[in-house]
């Protein structure tokens, strides 16, 4: 079983940008696609990027132009990088691995609160 940990939430001003960093405990992550994820507030689960194993990203509607999504094989590590936030981007965000999908393993998420 593949363990997450995610960093880089925190509080940021609206029209600020964060970096969010998810780091795997596995030595084969190139074999792994990866997304990240968003629940705000009573909220469900939502997708906001993802990248295969291959590097291939696509990033969802609502956050388009906004973000982006990458990874660094050799750290075992995927990012996101956010920008131009804005309030209703707030929420818990997490990452996911998955050999085929990406639904295999999910961490436990870091707070982003966006607030002036």
């Known amino acids: 079983q593949v363990h997450l940990v995610e960093s880089g939430g925190g509080l940021v001003h609206p029209g600020g940008s964060l970096r969010l960093s998810c780091v795997a405990s596995t030595n084969d992550f190139s074999m792994y696609n990866a997304a990240w994820h968003r629940q705000a507030p009573g909220k469900q689960r939502e997708l906001v990027a993802g990248?295969?194993?291959?590097?291939?990203?696509s990033i969802s509607v609502e956050f388009e132009r906004r973000v982006a999504i990458s990874r660094d094989n050799a750290l075992s590590t995927v990012y996101l990088e956010m920008n131009r936030l804005r309030p209703e981007d707030s929420g818990v965000y997490s990452c996911?691995?998955?050999?085929?999908?990406?639904?295999?393993?999910w961490g436990q998420g870091t707070q982003v609160t966006v607030s002036s």
């Open positions: 996911s691995v998955g050999l085929y999908a990406w639904n295999d393993a």
């Open positions: 990248i295969t194993k291959d590097g291939t990203t």
